[in-house]
């Protein structure tokens, strides 16, 4: 069984967001599991990487990329030396798994696919969802239905990532079979680790029978900070702090800072810059309870990141990750709750009468679902149906 990997971007371009990683640990754990996994994508963002590495494979993580030049810095991403490539690259594939929804370079790739009988799996990350088409829908939609569209509907698959993802779907009537896969996580710097714990929160200044809350991860409107202040200061009796920790690209967590400052509860806010990967499960370990009141999230990454470590976690009903939390999580792992201020208020007020972290049986329960080596197996198993499916 011989995988292609494609997307425009890939790691180490890490600004480019959540699926870069998603992806680069998928194809890592498919390649330790002795799957035959390839990956063609571009330079963008990795203005750093020689030439003499462009256009022909290189080893990353035990994986085979093969980088090509963009043809501009800006604007699209468009690569004429990987769609001239696309011929004798896919005659060496079984299946592709395409991750590209929105991005021109996708259309040739899908159509060198489509004329070799390669069948698709094409990824959608949220893509599709709700929240996404409502930006700029006016731009998107022509796009969709005369560009995207006809694409996704001879696709073998569609890969989503969460329950709520597929039931999105619906309304666009794409015939493509979904294939449930969530998003694989590195778990090993991510468990329970008091000393950790306790390292971390004399750092941050953390009194250590305060509940310490905690917001990680790019700070945008679709967070659904706003929704904040107010829970917040109906909560002003109780001695929480609050660590704010990532970048914020709009203008939503100087928003929420100020908010809070008009309430005076200013001094209760720790701002921190993004911190490495390596460094997270000191974050999550210090913390007792992840805010995500967002306003979309496809998987939510966060919350099983923080679960692992032993942080319980309050999201919103439309976070993705929440559908396994109330379907099969243990007790203790804190609260999927609908985005109305007084639902908020109302939960955390019990939960800040004792500040319960998340069990071990969380955490476990965390390794057995999204573990790199869970979703590989799992992402292995998928790869088989739909080769049969497409064989019989």
């Known amino acids: 069984m011989r995988i292609l990997h494609a997307m425009p971007v890939y790691a180490p371009a890490w600004q480019y967001g959540g699926p870069v990683l998603s992806v680069s640990r998928l194809c890592e ?40 030049p963009v043809d501009h810095a800006t604007g699209p991403i468009q690569s004429r030396r990987l769609v001239q490539s696309l011929s004798r690259v896919m005659a060496r594939a079984d299946l592709l798994h395409l991750s590209a929804i929105w991005q021109p370079l996708g259309i040739p790739i899908q159509r060198e696919a489509i004329q070799q009988g390669i069948p698709i799996l094409h990824t959608l990350r949220g893509a599709l969802g709700p929240y996404s088409l409502s930006q700029r829908w006016w731009k998107k939609l022509p796009y969709f239905l005369l560009r995207e569209r006809p694409y996704l509907q001879q696709a073998a698959g569609l890969h989503v990532t969460s329950e709520q993802e597929a039931n999105e779907l619906w309304p666009l009537a794409l015939r493509a079979p979904r294939w449930f896969l969530p998003n694989p996580m ?13 390292q971390w929160r004399r750092q941050l200044g953390v009194h250590s029978n305060h509940p310490l809350l905690l917001i990680c991860g790019r700070q945008h409107h679709k967070k659904g900070l706003d929704l904040l202040p107010p829970v917040l200061s109906a909560l002003r009796d109780k001695p929480w ?27 209760r806010v720790i701002e921190h810059p993004t911190v490495p990967a390596a460094e997270l499960g000191g974050v ?50 804190g609260a999927v709750l609908p985005r109305r201020c007084r639902d908020w208020i109302q939960w ?26 869970a979703v590989a197996d799992r992402a292995i198993e998928l790869y088989q149906q739909i080769l049969q499916t497409q064989q019989g």
């Open 29 to 68: 754990a498919l390649a330790g599991k002795g799957i035959a996994v390839e990956v063609i994508t571009t330079n963008a963002g990795l203005s750093d990487l020689p030439l003499s590495e462009l256009g022909r494979p290189i080893m990353r993580n035990g994986v085979p990329v093969t980088y090509y």
């Open 186 to 198: 590195d778990l090993d710097q991510l468990h329970p680790n008091p000393g950790l714990r306790q």
């Open 241 to 267: 702090q609050l660590l704010l920790l990532g970048g914020d690209e709009d203008g939503s967590g100087q928003q929420l800072i100020q908010q809070l400052q008009r309430r005076g509860l200013g001094q």
């Open 284 to 333: 999550y370990n210090a913390a007792d309870l992840l805010l995500l009141p967002s306003r979309h999230e496809n998987f939510g990454n966060v919350v099983p990141e923080a679960l692992a470590c032993g942080c319980a976690v309050a999201i919103s009903d439309r976070t993705g990750v929440g559908v396994d939390l109330q379907r099969s999580a243990p007790q203790g792992f």
């Open 348 to 373: 955390l007020e019990w939960w800040l009468e004792d500040a319960p972290r998340a069990s071990l049986p969380v955490s476990q329960w965390v390794a057995q679902h999204y573990s790199q080596s």
